[in-house]
């Protein structure tokens, strides 16, 4: 007698590397209320959803583009460590992810290694893909590590965070190539 065998599905025998896409919620819904400030979307109730529409927009452009393997959205609520103090943290990966941090924030490019990158918004449309050597050549810095002490000196207004007095982009810059850090300053 004859019978249907069903086939499982065939995977792809070359390992495609999983792609993480990490989304910093609240950048980028700030950033999509902002975007519609002078042509807010008003639902038929009258409330504002120009920051849900933008970032359900984000969202699904993400998905259908990027075709990410994974996926997480970060909401950062209540108090973070930023708000006890400073520290330097470094981001632990599992080897064979790409990871890719969806945010218009620099201060993610901290983080930044060779599997890790930051995905960040651009005006106007498109995205723009930051490694290690992006991060590096943007800042005039010799590892993304450095960007901690670059902003700490300059301050980051994003963050509401004022620096050093008389610190700004350019003296912040030159003080990191010559000591390398705020410790060796």
Do not use: W
């Amino acid at each position: 007698p004859h019978h249907n065998t069903i086939t499982p599905p065939q995977h792809n025998t070359i390992t495609s590397m999983n792609k993480l896409f990490l989304l910093d919620a609240y950048a980028l819904i700030y950033r999509a209320y902002y975007a519609f400030i002078k042509n807010p979307r008003i639902n038929s109730k009258g409330m504002n959803t120009s920051a849900v529409m933008g970032f359900v927009n984000t969202l699904n452009e993400i998905l259908t583009k990027e075709q990410p393997t994974h996926i997480g959205v970060a909401f950062d609520h209540g108090k973070t460590f930023r708000d006890e103090a400073f520290p330097a943290y470094k981001a632990q990966r599992e080897a064979g992810v790409q990871t890719y941090m969806l945010t218009p924030d620099k201060d993610y490019g901290q983080l930044v290694r060779d599997n890790v990158f930051i995905f960040r918004p651009r005006h106007g449309g498109g995205y723009e893909t930051m490694g290690p050597k992006e991060v590096c050549e943007k800042y005039e810095l010799d590892s993304p590590t450095q960007v901690i002490d670059l902003l700490a000196l300059m301050g980051d207004s994003a963050d509401n965070f004022p620096g050093c007095p008389g610190v700004g982009p350019k003296t912040a810059t030159k003080l990191i190539a010559e000591f390398g850090s705020i410790d060796s300053i």
